[in-house]
């Protein structure tokens, strides 16, 4: 399909998309040890299994962990994915890492033996595309979108579960715009950046005189984000002797600066966010369980690109957009210089860095387009085509488009001598899709 033409087809199948797209809900069936079972539905949200209190699916078996497993709805039938527990996890008498649970079989935690039961298809009751500043129409989205707008409104505190590159501080940003905490504070902070020796006085601030160097009382993030939202980003890296006191800050909402005695409350909102296995941490014990339970009050999980395929057309003319601005025409011919249907259709690409590396490939592409895909080659004669109060406008539109498309090209061949090769580079776009171009145009 020509790019340039693509818009219909886009809007159909995002119209499409919206219409049909179903959330797969499955009834498990466990059964206890003792010889009791209990029927659970697991929908759209990942299912913490152990013994734990505040586990999800609460298991009364001596021999399970108290983090042990955890079980998520996919199309295919239902992920299981063993926690590192003590004694294991198993399908039909297997011992598995991850693996998926489809009907007719039985995966083991400790033992407490889990089946499904049925399965069915419910439609989801959100329609839009979009969620703040995140984009996507696939069913891990709006899967996604439902989840924060019903979150937003609340105080609950949030753990963002993502790999590198799925924008974890976007969704943190766009739940705050979304919250009543909208106009006062977000603030940021990377567990990650900040030497050990420091991270305490950067998260709680630090009193003149505390230690050496402390030549004036310092404010922290806590306060900082007083009235709004503090996002606390790689909190996987936050170092263990620290977490005790973080731990105190969430539960109490008050904290003690470096070198101070008062208790100072604080009134904020926490988002944190990792792209480790904060779960299988705990029964390493290279993470707090307390820590993280107090933490994954609201887990929300943000899907690898992978994973929502079918949002390539949106992200691609979404991020074109936030480079070229909203001008139809110009973000029409920008979507041409990326060649956006050859990422769409191709499935070469594994887009292993998500979002961050679809998006820096197309500021790449614009950028080999001289930054502005309607510039950066030698003028040609401009159109002339007279305007027609008779006709509609999208007609006449796409009239003037077709005239620079064909006086485009023919101009860039002509200029390399008849060379497709050189012709092609030059114009920033696939050599195959310049010859489809011309043949269009000599129509």
């Not at 790019?3 to 069936?29: C, G, M, N």
Request: aromatic fraction near 4%; proline fraction near 5%; include cysteine.
């Amino acid at each position: 399909m020509d790019p340039l033409d693509a818009d219909t087809h886009r809007t159909d199948k995002v119209q499409k998309v919206l219409r049909v797209i179903q959330l797969k809900v499955t009834t498990l069936v466990v059964r206890d040890p003792a010889g009791g079972f209990r029927r659970v539905e697991l929908r759209d949200a990942p299912v913490r299994v152990g013994t734990h209190p505040e586990s999800d699916l609460l298991l009364y078996d001596k021999t399970a962990s108290r983090a042990h497993a955890e079980l998520r709805s996919t199309p295919a039938g239902v992920l299981v994915r063993d926690l590192g527990s003590t004694n294991g996890t198993t399908i039909n008498g297997v011992r598995i890492t991850e693996a998926l649970l489809e009907s007719g079989m039985t995966a083991v935690c400790g033992a407490t033996a889990i089946s499904i039961e049925n399965a069915r298809d419910e439609v989801l009751p959100i329609p839009q595309a979009g969620f703040g500043a995140l984009v996507g129409a696939s069913l891990p989205m709006r899967t996604l979108f439902r989840e924060l707008a019903r979150v937003a409104p609340t105080n609950a505190t949030v753990l963002v579960e993502a790999e590198s590159g799925c924008g974890k501080e976007l969704l943190a940003r766009s739940l705050h715009d979304a919250s009543p905490r909208a106009s006062s504070p977000f603030v940021v902070f990377d567990c990650a950046s900040i030497a050990p020796n420091l991270i305490e006085s950067a998260l709680f601030g630090h009193e003149r005189g505390a230690f050496t160097g402390a030549t004036e009382r310092k404010l922290g993030v806590f306060e900082e984000a007083h009235g709004g939202t503090l996002f606390l980003d790689e909190i996987g890296e936050l170092p263990l002797e620290l977490q005790p006191r973080l731990l105190r800050a969430l539960e109490g909402r008050e904290i003690r600066r470096v070198g101070g005695s008062q208790p100072i409350p604080v009134d904020i909102r926490v988002v944190a966010a990792t792209n480790r296995d904060l779960l299988r941490e705990t029964n390493a014990r290279t993470f707090r369980e307390d820590l993280y339970f107090r933490l994954a009050v609201v887990r929300l999980r943000i899907p690898p690109l992978r994973e929502r395929l079918d949002d390539l057309p949106l992200l691609i003319e979404h991020l074109v957009k936030q480079q070229l601005g909203d001008d139809e025409r110009r973000v029409r011919l920008g979507l041409a210089v990326v060649n956006m249907e050859h990422w769409v259709h191709s499935g070469v690409h594994p887009w292993r860095g998500n979002v961050r590396e679809l998006r820096n490939a197309v500021e790449r592409a614009l950028a080999m387009a001289g930054g502005n895909p309607v510039e950066g080659v030698e003028p040609v004669a401009a159109p002339t085509i007279a305007v027609s109060l008779d006709q509609p406008l999208i007609e006449q539109r796409e009239r003037l488009v077709d005239h620079f498309e064909a006086t485009y090209v023919k101009a860039m061949l002509e200029k390399y001598e008849g060379n497709f090769t050189r012709a092609s580079a030059a114009a920033g776009i696939d050599r195959m899709y310049f010859k489809r171009l011309l043949r269009k145009h000599a129509r």
